[in-house]
């Protein structure tokens, strides 16, 4: 059957279907055509829940004694949190909030989470499609005119899954120059519609910020308000998370200095510009408001049972190949999953629902683990520390599992 826009994607974690929702019968879901009913519907609460106080918790010793080590010897900054059902396991910060300015790491300093923010307009366009405004089948030129004809047979679900064929931002002629020049919304649109596809919607999957920033765009139409206002109103303030938001104007919003590291040593990289990925990587948020979200969106309390499962549905072509001799990821809407474990030794085989995020001197990797609804969040100030975030983030997640601590990666 095919798994392309439109049709029904088989789904890939039917038994965190029946963890998050009890007795929901997923097998009609999964085939069902349209949403179910507003019976069903499950809302954001009315007022945000109580939060455990702001403080350092170090309950896992593996990894504690592992990151003071790391972060004495400079090979990590950034912060770290784990939980696990409705208990903090560690939320503890290492380093420097800004070098230059000699401020410390604080446990509520504001991160830039880059591509994590995918799974933000991902769950705007379901909330969306569960309020009847739209439905990700629809043809992107329904919402996106005037629309260029090659992109009629591109679905918003190829766009939340990369398989729109349109091309990204870096893979643009000029991408040196766009990459340090504010863009509105409507001016990212306009520059998506001078390119041809680069395949047929549905056929490949190629990760395309682009996409994203459509999706955002669509957001809007549909809802009638500005991107950055509707993701405010229905979730961010809903939820309580007040150190939440999108860096959309450069403005000051308490965001840390992000920072890279180059032969020279570590340079401050002041100039994020994420005006230019509103939709794929604009959100900024803390350890905590990032754990208010996780258990929002997998405990059920943001979108319907049936775009829940579509979002963490596989939309990659049957063909998709192997990852670095790995598996492959399953490409969900702004999500991925696969069994993380895989790629360190000791090696432990739980499969992870996951994104990660680069940009503007941030690494930063967020995990979920349904059958023990474990959490781990692991942000990091410095763009070069990519291996080191991946095998943190698997030490949290093995010890947290009670799985044997991994020491080394194999990727």
Known sequence: MPRTAGSHPRLVLGALGALILGGAVWAGIATATRPPSDAVQIALRPSAPPRPPVVVVEDLPQLAAR?????????FMGAVLVAKRDRVLFRQVYGE?????????????????????????????????????????????????????AWEPVRISNLLSHTSGIPDLMARPGWGMRRTTPATLAELTADSKRFGLQFAPGTKVRYDNAGFNLAAAIVEKASGKPFETYM?????????????????????????????????????QPNANTSIVAGAGAVYSTLDDLLVWQRALHRGELLKPFSYQQMLADHAPENTPKERGHPRRDWGYGIFSNRLGDQVRPSFQDRQIYHTGSWGGFRNLMLYQP???????????????????????????????GREFPTTLDR
């Open 67 to 75: 990151l003071d080590r790391e972060a004495a010897a400079g090979r």
């Open 97 to 149: 909030a800004d070098r230059e300015q000699n401020r410390a790491m604080k446990l509520d300093s504001r991160f830039r989470l880059a591509s994590i923010s995918k799974q933000f307009t991902a769950t705007a366009i379901l909330r969306l499609q569960d309020e009847g405004r739209l439905r990700v089948s629809d043809p992107v030129c329904q919402w996106i005119q005037p629309c260029p004809k």
């Open 232 to 268: 405010r109103e229905t979730f961010f303030k809903p939820l309580g998370m007040k150190d939440s938001g999108l860096d959309l104007d450069g403005g000051d919003h308490r965001v840390i200095m992000g920072y890279a590291h180059f032969p020279a040593g570590l340079a401050p």
């Open 371 to 401: 059958e023990a609804d474990v959490t781990v969040i692991v942000l990091s100030n410095n763009y070069h520390l990519r291996d080191q975030v991946f095998l943190i983030s698997q030490q949290a997640m093995a010890e947290a599992l």
